[in-house]
């Protein structure tokens, strides 16, 4: 088994190497805010720096080191499109609705390219481009069909890849060809993160970490202090708040019952190859694209913008929590891929948490007067820096805070608490409607 690990091997995401997490910024947290923000991944720092920058007072708590979530763990996709279909949520909610919703996804997706170039930070964004490995020619044919239908509606580009084109895109022949959607885009999120951070720091807000917030209370109206609706209880005592925004997505804890309740923790699992020679890796990913296969439990790839080495992930939500398993699973899925990198060996392997939810869409909103953005299914590098802008323009009253997202209720189901009891059922279940789709050639469920 030791034979799978480096030397140097780290039980760490590979991001932290150039990106380590911080030690708390903030000090002693002051009596009133007027925001207060649960949460430091882009979420919530997204929010706190155009919050600050507009003159707000800010401080965003966090129950580890800032930036320990998902922000600082992913893989750093950018995308553009949801979990669900664009052809099955066009069927469920109407031609108008879905279009609404993907002008709102490509925004996401531009803006964040946007901001990071006028911010000048530096995390590697590029507009690589995406595979879509085809799992089966049944996939291969929805594939086709929903990527066909985002072209007409949407205008969206894509090329279609046959089998026999598929090496010109990756050393693989596991695949049944694919699609290549070529502006799609990649970043290192460590450093996306950071320069968040930083850039949320300079503006005047206040990051504090190892400390948890336990509770938020509304105070009765009578008893508020000028600009302190709430009463939130940290690990560090009690302060006010005019606001709170919600930014915990896939740790959402249970101490949040209306939020733990419309959220599905689940576990994500990546890795990282040792140095490669670099003709090796080139050979791999010859144009240096983010690639998924196309099931609903992916599998995914992509080169390291930083360093000869190639990241890699899927066998989500497995269950599996010892890190030389981690790896055994994972190298396994790395040579059924790859076969050419059958021998080398792993640096780095890392788990993170995601949030789904039970209609598999993203949702932002305010209840009981606490805004939240979460339920980011896998696509929150460019949705969660969306999201935490909007609470933001939200809490300012600015006109362009409103998005497509916000119509739509939060679902739960009854008796749901928050434990995922039933995640195996759904892999499961992922797993039959693929392999339903890879015999029928149907479109995607
Ligand atoms: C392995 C993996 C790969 C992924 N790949 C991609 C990808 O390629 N592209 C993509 O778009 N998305 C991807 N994602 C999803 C993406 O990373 C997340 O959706 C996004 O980072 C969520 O950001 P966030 O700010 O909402 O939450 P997070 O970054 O997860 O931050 C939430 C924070 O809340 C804190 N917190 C929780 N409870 C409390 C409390 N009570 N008090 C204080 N703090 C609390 C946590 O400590 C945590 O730091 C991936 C996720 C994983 C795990």
């Keep these: 088994m030791n034979d799978l690990l480096a030397t140097d091997f780290r039980n760490a995401p590979y991001w932290w ?21 649960v949460g430091s991944g882009y979420t919530g720092l997204r929010a706190a720096l155009a919050l ?8 965003v708590f966090d129950r580890e080191l800032p930036g320990f979530g998902a922000s600082r763990r ?18 469920a909610k109407g031609a108008a609705y879905a279009a609404a919703i993907y002008r709102d996804l490509m925004m996401a997706y531009e803006s964040t390219l946007a901001f990071i170039a006028e911010e000048g930070i530096e995390c590697h964004a590029v507009r690589c481009g995406r595979l879509i490995a085809a799992t089966s020619a049944g996939h291969f044919a929805g594939l086709e069909r929903e990527l066909a239908g985002m072209k007409g509606d949407l205008g969206l580009p894509y090329e279609m890849l046959p089998r026999a084109r598929l090496r010109e895109e990756m050393a693989t022949d596991l695949y049944e060809g694919g699609a290549v959607i070529p502006d799609l885009g990649s970043l290192h999120p460590g450093l996306y993160h950071r320069g968040l951070m930083e850039r949320a720091l300079a503006a005047g807000a206040a990051i504090f970490g190892a400390c948890e917030i336990s509770a938020i209370e509304p105070v009765p109206r009578m008893r508020q202090e000028p600009g302190g609706r709430f009463r939130v209880t940290t690990a560090a005592g009690k302060v006010f708040a005019r606001d709170v925004v ?22 994500g699992y990546m890795a990282a190859t040792e140095e490669l020679p670099p003709a090796l890796l080139a050979r791999q990913l010859p144009n240096r694209r983010t690639v998924i296969d196309s099931n609903l439990d992916i599998d995914f790839f992509r080169p390291a913008p930083d360093t000869p ?19 055994a699973l994972l190298h396994g899925r790395l040579r059924r891929a790859l076969p050419d990198l059958a021998d080398v060996k792993l640096s780095h392997v890392w788990t993170g948490q995601c949030a789904g939810t039970f209609d598999m869409m993203p949702h932002i909103g305010c209840h009981d ?21 909007k609470i933001a323009q939200k809490i300012l009253g600015l006109p362009d805070a409103i998005t497509a997202f916000e119509s ?12 995922p009891w039933f995640l195996p059922l759904a892999m499961r279940w992922f797993a039959r409607q693929d392999s339903r789709l890879a015999r029928r050639g149907a479109a995607r469920p």
């Design 74 to 91: 992913n893989a750093g996709f950018l995308g553009r499109t949801l979990k669900k279909s664009y052809i099955d949520l066009k069927a």
């Design 408 to 419: 739509a209720s939060f679902p739960t189901l009854p008796f749901y608490r928050g434990n």
């Design 309 to 327: 080495r190639l990241l890699f992930g899927g066998a989500t939500a497995n269950g599996l929590e010892d890190p030389e398993a981690i790896a």
């Design 246 to 267: 919600v930014a915990t997505n896939g740790y959402t804890p249970r101490s949040l019952p209306w939020h733990a309740r419309r959220v599905i923790p689940f576990t």
């Design 17 to 37: 190497d150039a990106a380590p997490l911080a030690e708390s910024a903030g000090g002693t947290p002051a009596p009133a805010y007027d925001a207060v923000i």
């Design 52 to 59: 600050a920058r507009a003159g707000r007072s800010v401080a």
């Design 369 to 389: 007067g606490i805004w939240y953005g979460m339920g980011y299914n896998f696509a929150g590098v460019p949705m969660g820096s969306f999201f935490g802008l």
